[in-house]
């Protein structure tokens, strides 16, 4: 499955790397400080979108400043979805079953 380097979330470039996350027990993480979404490289390609389709909505979250709420208001957090996670979700799906 091809993946992407990078996605746009929110008008920002958030880049898409694959490490070995083994010892650590992940699938994958956001990092809001690095904008990057790290896959674990041991994924298979359902995993992968899985993971990937959390992390994009991790990434929106902070990127919209939902992720910092002391308290998550339904209404903030379904503009987030609506507004930034599924066009960049789209996206991206466009980007990866095109190639």
Not at 35 to 40: C, D, F, G, W
């Amino acid at each position: 499955m091809r993946i992407p380097k990078t996605i746009r979330v929110a008008g920002q470039t958030v880049r898409i790397l694959k490490e070995d996350l083994s010892d650590d027990g992940l699938f994958g993480y956001y990092s809001h400080d690095r904008k990057v979404i790290i896959l674990s490289k041991h994924l298979k390609d359902q995993q992968i979108m899985q993971t990937l389709r959390h992390e994009l909505m991790e990434a929106s979250l902070c990127i919209s400043g939902v992720g910092f709420c002391e308290t998550f208001e339904q209404e903030a957090v379904v503009r987030c979805m609506d507004e930034v996670f599924f066009p960049a979700w789209d996206r991206l799906n466009k980007r990866t079953s095109s190639g």
